[in-house]
């Protein structure tokens, strides 16, 4: 099993859509969970993290944590063609490594 | 935000060449990664630092080493390069949780 699992799309939305992105981990003791976008050819860019449970919103985006599900997701909401990207979920291990998925990329058409 | 410079950008070399990827930081931060990337693959942890003095191995079996001389420095060598290291090579810094990237290293090796 994949330490952090996430479904490699592509994820396709309408412009003005909620996109919804998911992720599930493998090590109960983690405690620190992160989303990043990541355009082709570029590195990977922090767009929000998360530590405890519940939802943390900035912006048009939102975090949501359930520590007992193992389970994180981001929501995008009024997805813009501009936020077409692979999207990377990233857990802190309490060794401190920091473990990414393999990230979904999304694609949003006008 | 951090600043992390890597070098060279791009590098083609021959194969049993041995070479060295740079990577700086000048925010201080005490912890470091090194990540291998595949074009539309995951990140794949190589090294990693929690300080001066300390390296660990990451979950990808790798041929390189890594020193941690200086906070600010965190350079990866590459004994004798072969055509499966080519590559993007990621370097990361993190004052704690999140991590910041640097702009990569294409790596060919022919």
């Known amino acids: 099993q994949k330490e952090v699992e996430q479904n490699s799309g592509p994820l396709s939305v309408p412009e003005g859509a909620i996109a919804s992105l998911n992720c599930t981990y493998s090590?109960?003791?983690?405690?620190?969970f992160f989303w990043y976008r990541q355009y082709s050819g570029k590195s990977p860019e922090l767009i929000m993290f998360?530590?405890?449970?519940g939802d943390k919103e900035d912006g048009r985006f939102t975090a949501q944590l359930n520590k007992a599900s193992q389970y994180v997701s981001l929501l995008i909401r009024d997805s813009q063609p501009s936020d077409s990207a692979t999207y990377l979920c990233a857990v802190k291990s309490p060794g401190d490594k920091l473990i990414f998925g393999t990230g979904t990329r999304l694609q949003v058409f006008p | 935000e951090a600043d992390i410079y890597q070098t060279p950008r791009y590098l083609v070399i021959g194969t049993g060449k041995k070479i060295t990827l740079e990577c700086s930081q000048t925010?201080?931060?005490?912890?470091m990664y090194w990540y291998q990337q595949d074009p539309g693959m995951e990140l794949h942890l190589i090294h990693y630092s929690y300080g001066v003095n300390s390296t660990e191995k990451g979950d990808l079996s790798s041929e390189s080493t890594v020193s941690r001389i200086r906070t600010e420095h965190f350079p990866l060598t590459l004994e004798s390069a072969r055509p499966s290291h080519t590559s993007q090579y990621l370097c990361a810094s993190s004052p704690g949780d999140e991590a910041f990237f640097g702009q990569g290293t294409r790596l060919t090796v022919v």
């Open positions: 090590d109960r003791g983690s405690q620190s």
């Open positions: 998360i530590y405890s449970n």
């Open positions: 925010m201080g931060h005490d912890k």
